[in-house]
């Protein structure tokens, strides 16, 4: 969309679409004034019949919303989609600040064009700073379909997601939702939004999702920056792209957490596979293996029993990297690595055992050898991921030229990196499974594939409008 009005003259920024029940679409977003004010706008299709929905009518009565009283100009931004109340009006939430304090604000309209400022605030979370992207959201407690955006009451919990301007990373908590009091609670005030559970532990923000109606399923979104130099990005003529798209349901097994999941057409794009079966990867040892990984880890219980417990919490980012050796890890997949290991990113597993015997996995994404390349971030990535009883650690991945994108234990657990090596790029990209623990060996069950190209052509059949390569999609 243009920055041809002076309410979105510096930027048209971030939105969200709603499908109204007679088919019409209207697409709310944030527009930055040339005052540098953030403001709220409208805007229609201008061909309904367009499956792109290319161009767009922004309406004359433009902007809708100016920021509250007592809000800062610039901290008001990124409309939500608008869910239908139980009275049948429509709702839609945006994110703010009052000091250090992130909140989502809530606003009534029956046409979208007047809007009403509801009393309080959705949520707020002390000292998480600016709310931006807002997304807000149902998922069923029963059933593994997603659901519209609209749907509440039995059987159903309501996701509130926020990205941090301050830390940039995405937060999510579930939680119940009052349409009557206007509030949301989150079930665990402890993993409350902004200091709790991330939908990725990577380079992964300004994430959206929207529910696909056809399929029944909610579809997440997210943003992959680049993590070069700014100077590499002007070389190239371009920077950034969005993630695979993910389902994303409620994991019911935990009640805390959300699985996410590559869509299943990204399983279109296997040209075949071949499959390992109890693979036994000794302490200190390194397999090579085709790309296009999905693979099941079972750890020796004899080695988990003699582990000595210590006081000391495991932590990726501190670890010390993949070199870094344990009694219980790390033991993993090397992806995006040439045949001498110089350049290698590391998706591994790390299992640490407290002095009462207590058991804690940690996921976690290496980059620190990376790439040769000087001007990059080599930093390394992780969490922790619930493992039940009778689990096994699991892990699937997703690389491209660039990209890696791991979900660890179905996806209760997801990380996103961008790497950028300069030696294991193409013919020359290897995949290994290694095992750097010091007392436990690990079986392994592994199917790889190999990855077709994607392409966008939804208006033609010949493919000029490709968008996103997977060199190789281990899925």
């Given at each position: 969309?243009?920055?041809?009005q002076?309410?979105?003259?510096?930027?048209?920024?971030?939105?969200?679409?709603t499908?109204?029940?007679?088919?019409?679409v209207i697409l709310?977003?944030?527009g930055?004034?040339?005052?540098s004010?953030?403001?709220?706008?409208?805007?229609?299709?201008?061909?309904?019949s367009?499956?792109l929905?290319?161009?767009w009518?922004k309406h004359?009565?433009?902007?809708i919303l100016?920021?509250?009283r007592?809000i800062?100009?610039?901290?008001?931004?990124d409309?939500t989609?608008?869910?239908?109340?139980?009275?049948?009006?429509?709702?839609?939430?945006?994110g703010?600040?009052?000091?250090?304090?992130?909140?989502?604000f809530v606003y009534e309209?029956?046409d979208?064009?007047?809007?009403?400022?509801l009393p309080?605030?959705?949520?707020a979370?002390?000292?998480?700073?600016m709310w931006?992207?807002?997304?807000f959201f149902?998922v069923?407690?029963?059933?593994?379909?997603g659901l519209?955006?609209?749907?509440?009451?039995?059987?159903?919990?309501?996701?509130?997601?926020?990205s941090l301007?301050d830390?940039?990373?995405?937060y999510?908590?579930?939680?119940?939702?009052?349409?009557?009091?206007?509030?949301?609670?989150?079930?665990n005030?402890?993993?409350d939004l902004?200091?709790?559970?991330?939908?990725d532990?990577?380079?992964f923000?300004?994430?959206?999702?929207?529910?696909d109606?056809?399929?029944?399923?909610?579809?997440?979104?997210?943003w992959?920056?680049?993590?070069?130099?700014?100077?590499?990005?002007?070389?190239?003529g371009?920077?950034s792209?969005?993630s695979?798209?993910?389902?994303l349901v409620?994991?019911?097994?935990t009640?805390?957490?959300?699985l996410?999941?590559?869509v299943?057409?990204i399983?279109?794009?296997r040209?075949g596979?071949k499959?390992f079966?109890?693979?036994?990867?000794k302490t200190?040892?390194?397999i090579?293996?085709?790309?296009d990984?999905?693979?099941?880890?079972d750890?020796?219980?004899?080695?988990l029993?003699?582990?000595q417990?210590?006081?000391?919490?495991?932590?990726?980012?501190?670890s010390g990297?993949?070199?870094?050796?344990?009694?219980?890890?790390?033991?993993?997949l090397?992806?995006?690595?040439?045949?001498?290991?110089?350049e290698?990113?590391s998706v591994?597993?790390?299992?640490?055992k407290?002095r009462?015997?207590?058991l804690?996995?940690?996921?976690c994404?290496?980059?620190?050898?990376s790439?040769?390349a000087?001007?990059?971030?080599?930093q390394?990535y992780?969490?922790?991921?619930?493992v039940?009883?009778?689990?096994k650690?699991?892990?699937?991945?997703?690389?491209?030229?660039?990209?890696?994108?791991?979900?660890?234990q179905?996806?209760?657990?997801?990380?996103?990196?961008?790497?950028?090596?300069?030696?294991?790029?193409?013919g020359n990209a290897?995949v290994?499974?290694?095992?750097n623990?010091?007392?436990?060996?690990?079986?392994?069950?592994?199917?790889i594939?190999?990855?077709n190209?994607?392409s966008?052509?939804p208006n033609?059949?010949?493919?000029?409008?490709?968008r996103?390569?997977?060199?190789?999609?281990?899925?």
């Amino acid at each position: 969309m243009n920055t041809d009005q002076w309410y979105d003259q510096n930027g048209v920024w971030s939105g969200s679409a709603t499908i109204l029940p007679d088919g019409q679409v209207i697409l709310l977003y944030t527009g930055s004034s040339n005052e540098s004010v953030q403001l709220q706008n409208l805007a229609y299709p201008a061909n309904l019949s367009d499956p792109l929905l290319v161009e767009w009518v922004k309406h004359p009565g433009n902007p809708i919303l100016t920021p509250p009283r007592g809000i800062g100009k610039k901290d008001f931004r990124d409309p939500t989609t608008a869910w239908r109340t139980s009275q049948g009006k429509w709702r839609i939430t945006i994110g703010s600040k009052v000091n250090r304090t992130g909140i989502a604000f809530v606003y009534e309209t029956e046409d979208f064009k007047t809007y009403e400022l509801l009393p309080g605030v959705l949520h707020a979370v002390p000292k998480t700073g600016m709310w931006e992207c807002v997304d807000f959201f149902p998922v069923s407690l029963s059933s593994q379909n997603g659901l519209d955006t609209s749907i509440n009451g039995q059987g159903v919990k309501h996701v509130m997601k926020v990205s941090l301007d301050d830390d940039r990373h995405d937060y999510y908590a579930i939680g119940t939702y009052n349409e009557t009091a206007n509030t949301w609670t989150p079930d665990n005030p402890k993993i409350d939004l902004g200091i709790g559970i991330r939908y990725d532990y990577g380079v992964f923000y300004a994430s959206k999702t929207f529910y696909d109606q056809n399929k029944m399923r909610r579809i997440l979104w997210g943003w992959i920056s680049e993590s070069d130099s700014e100077s590499a990005d002007v070389m190239k003529g371009w920077a950034s792209v969005q993630s695979v798209p993910r389902t994303l349901v409620l994991d019911h097994k935990t009640g805390s957490n959300l699985l996410q999941w590559p869509v299943e057409e990204i399983e279109s794009l296997r040209i075949g596979s071949k499959e390992f079966n109890n693979v036994q990867v000794k302490t200190g040892s390194l397999i090579p293996l085709e790309v296009d990984i999905i693979a099941e880890f079972d750890i020796d219980k004899a080695a988990l029993e003699a582990a000595q417990g210590t006081d000391e919490e495991f932590n990726c980012i501190n670890s010390g990297g993949a070199a870094q050796r344990g009694s219980l890890g790390p033991f993993g997949l090397l992806v995006l690595a040439d045949q001498s290991l110089s350049e290698q990113t590391s998706v591994h597993f790390y299992v640490s055992k407290a002095r009462d015997g207590s058991l804690k996995t940690s996921f976690c994404t290496d980059q620190s050898r990376s790439s040769k390349a000087s001007d990059v971030n080599k930093q390394i990535y992780g969490s922790f991921v619930p493992v039940l009883e009778g689990e096994k650690l699991s892990v699937r991945i997703l690389v491209d030229h660039s990209i890696v994108e791991g979900f660890a234990q179905g996806g209760r657990t997801c990380i996103t990196s961008r790497v950028y090596p300069t030696i294991a790029i193409y013919g020359n990209a290897r995949v290994f499974m290694f095992n750097n623990a010091t007392d436990a060996n690990v079986m392994a069950s592994v199917k790889i594939w190999q990855m077709n190209s994607t392409s966008i052509h939804p208006n033609s059949e010949d493919g000029n409008n490709s968008r996103r390569t997977l060199a190789s999609g281990i899925a």
